[in-house]
């Protein structure tokens, strides 16, 4: 899902729910191309940023492609461009409306997660090293024992 013009909402709204947002926090490292080039701080608070409207443009034409099924919109001015691409309202709360994309596939996963070997050595490699110098250690003072 992406926010929309929620503002410090779209935080309490992250905590309370167990998916991540497309575009995750500032401080994570961006896994979408798009994202890193934009220099646009979060897909929520695009609009306040000169190419903002174009990335959000962007990102709800390839809607399918990163997987995106649910938009959330808190910005009155961002309906209209989020019912263009193709989505259906659902549900609206007060000033929040809810959006569905109608050809959602699964692929947000697929898309959002790319797997590196070195994520896996990051957990791996210093357990192994502590491993080897507590056996060493310990050999080392039995071997100087005799």
């Known amino acids: 899902y992406i926010t929309l013009g929620l503002g410090t909402w779209s935080q309490e709204l992250s905590l309370k729910i167990t998916k991540p947002t497309l575009d995750g926090g500032y401080n994570t490292a961006r ?6 080039h934009s220099g646009v701080e979060s ?7 000169p190419n903002g409207t174009f990335l959000i443009n962007v990102i709800l034409d390839q809607a399918e492609e990163y997987g995106i099924r649910w938009v959330i919109v ?4 961002l309906e209209t ?6 989505f259906r309202k659902v549900h609206e709360v007060d000033w ?3 959006w569905e994309q109608e050809n959602y596939v699964k692929g947000f996963l697929r898309t959002y997660r790319v797997y590196d070997r070195r994520d896996l050595l990051w957990g ?6 502590l491993s080897l110098t507590v056996i060493l250690n310990i050999w080392y003072r ?4 005799k």
Do not use: C, H, Q, S
């Open 81 to 86: 461009v989020v019912a263009e691409k193709g």
């Open 96 to 98: 929040v409306t809810i």
């Open 43 to 49: 897909i929520d608070a695009a609009k306040a940023f």
């Open 124 to 129: 791996i490699v210093p357990l192994t090293i």
């Open 142 to 145: 039995l071997w100087r024992r």
């Open 74 to 77: 808190g910005d009155k001015t």
């Open 31 to 36: 896994t979408l191309p798009i994202l890193v």
